[in-house]
DNA sequence: CTGGGGCATCCGCCTCAGCGGACGACACCG
DNA sequence: CGGTGTCGTCCGCTGAGGCGGATGCCCCAG
């Protein structure tokens, strides 16, 4: 019956996984989870925005994939990822990783060193990376995971 | 907050006036700027997704607003802005005042000193923040246009 | 054993994203 | 002048996004 919407691993049919992955990411424990009616009803009192429960299981076993802006906001908005999460795999999996680009970034000050240090050349960068381990240490902080993806965000 | 959408006045039509300002801003010259028809036709060949003159049109004069996915990612990708443009005003107003921090975080380097200085305290910040900017100096950069928001990135 | 509540799954409906095609209005060219 | 091309604008349709409501299953209170 189906043509081919099977086996595409690759790009597209990630929307489910990625919408199933979060819930369990909120909800790790499988007992106390709440149904798709229940999901459904929290999103609507925390976003304010409407959200059905037979949507959100279209959604999570991958029967409808096309969302909308809206319903994209919603969802990155009571997950608490950025709307790109959904959209680029790229983000998802180093969102997915850590989450920890996203947090860092809403901090002004690390955006301003992040803008800051653009241009710098390799030399001053590798110094100014042993600084802010350095730093780290004496702070008595985690080693920082580091997304460790070789690539780039986005072709031009 | 606000649960009720005010008068569309407000903050959900600048989606039209996104649209028309990065067509603007990829064709600055009013004169050879090709009509919605060509545009279409050039979004289509570069992107190799559907996209239809009349529905950009709909677009840029806000009589549809609710994109889908797929469209949100075409548009995206043609004009060279993260998906997120679309989505968040506040990212917007940053990538259209400079991009600077999309393109600062495509240097693996940056991105892990970013990822690095979450979590450091103030002091220790600021001081980073120094000496990054004294770097900047001793390489001879311009001061790095600094995003110059005042907000968070997503409230709550 | 019986009843109520939460669960996943399904069906049918309605709105609207997205598009094809058509219409006047210009502007250029023979 | 009348063609030919592109422009902005519009109407009407199709398909899918999104939802309400119904079904059967399982579990716990009574």
């Known amino acids: 019956m189906d043509p081919e919407q099977r086996a595409d691993t690759g790009a597209e049919g990630r929307l489910a996984e990625k919408i199933n992955h979060l819930r369990d990411r909120l ?5 106390s989870r709440p149904g798709y009616a229940k999901l459904a009803a929290q999103i609507r009192e925390q976003t304010g925005k409407p959200m059905s429960a037979t949507y959100l299981w279209e ?5 409808k994939r096309n ?7 919603t969802l990155a908005e009571f997950f608490g990822v950025p709307a790109e ?10 969102v997915d ?3 920890d680009l996203a947090i860092a970034l809403r901090n002004q000050k690390v955006r301003s060193i992040a803008l800051r240090a653009e241009g710098l050349s390799d030399d001053t960068l590798d110094a100014l990376l042993a600084m802010v381990t350095e730093a780290r240490r004496i702070e008595r902080l985690g080693p920082a995971t580091d997304a460790g993806d070789g690539g780039q965000a986005r072709g031009e």
Chains 1, 2 share one sequence.
């Open 85 to 94: 999460y959904f959209l680029d795999d790229v983000v998802a999996s180093r």
């Open 27 to 31: 909800y790790p424990d499988k007992a």
């Open 97 to 99: 990783a850590q989450l």
């Open 67 to 73: 969302l909308t802006q809206d319903t994209l906001v």
């Open 59 to 63: 959604l999570a076993s991958g029967r």
